[in-house]
């Protein structure tokens, strides 16, 4: 079984996947995969150098995110030609891990599910959602400006228009034990029915 987890920006789609894990489902976290294996290839650092300039690479010779996410979500064409210079290497690495145990029980963790159309890699897709208040606030408490959260935001299809494409929605607004007790509760049902 593949499951697809995807969510509004700070509706806590990281928690989620860490309780679908706690309970047996092999996690591949998307955004992870990217920090720690794309942006890790020469081709792809020297790509990024070209695009963004010399302050795409860090002294120590990893990926300035902050600098490149400042270009990408302020500039479509920039954010696509990311995405299309990432995706790829991504999807890659996807296959590689659901070969390696394709009888396992999986969730993968895809925060452009819907907007790059990826439905058919999975059995069922679950959308984590939560209030646009709660979601701006999340993301003030880690340090970000709301502007900046308002604009990566924005970038996404909207969280109504997600859950409304989703199997199944999580409601991530009240305590962590509510969230812990729907995944549960998923993960039975889903037991049950598999």
Known sequence: ?????TGGFGCGKSTAARLF??????YLDSDALVREHVYARPDI????????GPDAILPDGTVNRVHIGAIV?????ERLWLEDLTH?????????????DPDGRWLIEVPLLFEKHLENWFDF?????????????RLE??????????????????????????????????????????????????????
């Not at 079984?1 to 987890?5: A, D, F, H, T």
Request: glycine residues 6%; contains cysteine.
């Open 1 to 5: 079984m593949i499951l697809g987890l």
């Open 21 to 26: 894990e706690r309970l047996g489902f092999r």
């Open 45 to 52: 650092l020297a790509a990024l150098r070209a695009r963004f």
């Open 73 to 77: 979500f302020g500039d479509d064409t």
């Open 88 to 100: 790829p290497q991504l999807f890659a690495i996807w296959r590689e891990r659901l070969d390696s």
């Open 125 to 137: 897709t679950i959308c984590v959602a939560c209030s646009p208040a709660q979601q701006l606030a």
């Open 141 to 194: 408490q880690r340090g970000m400006e709301r502007a900046l959260a308002e604009r990566r935001i924005s970038k996404q299809l909207p969280l109504g228009r997600k859950t409304e494409l989703s199997h199944y929605v999580l409601l991530n607004d009240g305590s962590a034990e509510f969230l812990e007790q729907q995944v549960a509760h998923l993960v039975r049902s889903l037991s049950v029915n598999a």
